[in-house]
């Protein structure tokens, strides 16, 4: 039996890391922390029960696009893509799959939800990990729903994506980001 501690890979393109502000340093410290990352999906893998590899890709809208457009047909940037491994019957997996996940997107809507870049991640990550486990909200009766949200409380994460997409169909918006004085001061000019 595979270990759900079998190796992980997070790759950073490198115009994600640029349109992202990866590449800013502020207090030399990066937007990212790539060992907080790791660790999560680590733990994040374990609390979904996915065994095998996992690799996950960080990209731009542009790689995305492209992704989506060639393996759903779908001719648009998302914010994460999964892709699982199918594995033979009987044997234990060597790879769960991988994720493809937008910096962009997920800056933006870190920004749209008054949280870090880094949380966004952690967010997308768990959520495409559901998918390679199996999951669909696309056509689930809120199976995964259910444990999406489980999980966020499990590992100290924010509302998901499924929350934030039901509420914005049933037109409830999610609370504006607390700006600062300098924000506040400049949109009054």
């Not at 999560?40 to 989506?68: M, P």
């Amino acid at each position: 039996m595979v270990s759900p501690f079998s190796p992980l890979m997070i790759l950073i393109e490198p115009a994600a890391a640029t349109a992202s502000g990866q590449t800013e340093m502020k207090a030399d410290k990066p937007a990212l922390k790539m060992r907080e990352l790791s660790r999560f999906l680590s733990r994040a893998k374990s609390a979904v029960g996915l065994y095998g590899e996992v690799s996950v890709l960080l990209a731009t809208d542009a790689t995305i696009r492209g992704l989506n457009r060639n393996f759903r047909k779908k001719d648009k940037a998302t914010d994460v893509l999964s892709f699982p491994i199918d594995e033979f019957p009987g044997e234990a997996p060597k790879q769960a799959g991988d994720l493809a996940i937008s910096l962009e997107t997920a800056k933006r809507q870190a920004d749209e939800h008054g949280h870090t870049l880094q949380v966004e991640v952690k967010v997308l990550m768990l959520h495409g990990l559901l998918h390679l486990a199996g999951f669909d909200h696309e056509t689930d009766k809120g199976q995964m729903a259910r444990k999406e949200s489980a999980l966020r409380k499990e590992l100290d994460l924010p509302v998901g994506l499924i929350q934030r997409s039901s509420k914005v169909a049933r037109g409830v918006r999610a609370p504006a980001r607390k700006r600062s004085s300098a924000e506040v001061r400049s949109r009054m000019r």
